[in-house]
């Protein structure tokens, strides 16, 4: 796998060359729970993982290291505007440096993953969930594993809960974020109401 959707997306574009690097910034929600582990243990092969809402990475980074302790070659291609959602910006851009009036949360997440050395793992796609969606649908991507943590209203977490669904591999996993927020609690008793409780997340796996 390697870099095949970043050379597909980007071209010969590094997105990490010529990046002045920021400090180290740990800032995340729940990003090193053990339903990270439990959903690639339970996805063979786990070459390809899209996370859709990726902040500042440290979700993504955490499924990193437990794929590179498994020896696996993969990739996780990180879907996010990188513009903060309503919660950061009716708070008065909470948690979020700006710089020219916008956000920096970009530059955190490529800087993160360099001082850890994850730089060829992960792959940033700075879009919206939709056009994240149908551009790699129309590259005929099939992801192993989706990880949803992007908006938490109910109709965005519904839409994504379809269309993720839609291109992720038979017999492949998807995880979601917040299992406790009732809005996506609904949307997951809609549309994929088989799906279990694991460590705050919902998991569910795609019929083969």
């Known amino acids: ?116 050395g994850l730089q060829d793992y992960l792959t940033p796609f700075p879009c919206d969930s939709v056009n994240a969606y149908e551009t790699l649908k129309h590259f005929k991507i099939v992801p192993d594993m989706v990880y949803i943590d992007a908006g938490h209203d109910y109709e965005s977490v519904s839409a994504d809960i379809k269309r993720w669904t839609e291109i992720l591999r038979p017999g492949g996993t998807l995880l979601l974020d917040d299992a406790h927020h009732p809005p996506i609690q609904k949307a997951v008793a809609d549309h994929i109401p088989n799906a279990i409780h694991a460590a705050e997340k919902f998991l569910w796996t795609k019929s083969l």
């Open 1 to 116: 796998m390697g870099q095949e959707i970043r050379k597909l997306i980007f071209q010969t574009h590094n997105p990490y060359d010529g990046l002045e690097v920021l400090p180290f910034n740990t800032h995340g929600w729940n990003s090193n729970s053990p339903a990270f582990k439990q959903a690639i243990d339970q996805t063979n092969p786990c070459k390809l993982i899209v996370e859709v809402g990726t902040w500042m990475g440290g979700s993504a980074r955490t499924m990193a290291q437990i794929l590179k302790q498994r020896g696996e070659d993969f990739e996780i291609v990180c879907v996010d505007t990188f513009l903060g959602s309503v919660e950061h910006w009716n708070r008065v851009a909470y948690l979020m440096t700006l710089k020219n009036g916008r956000p920096v949360v970009y530059e955190h997440f490529l800087s993160n993953a360099l001082h850890v």
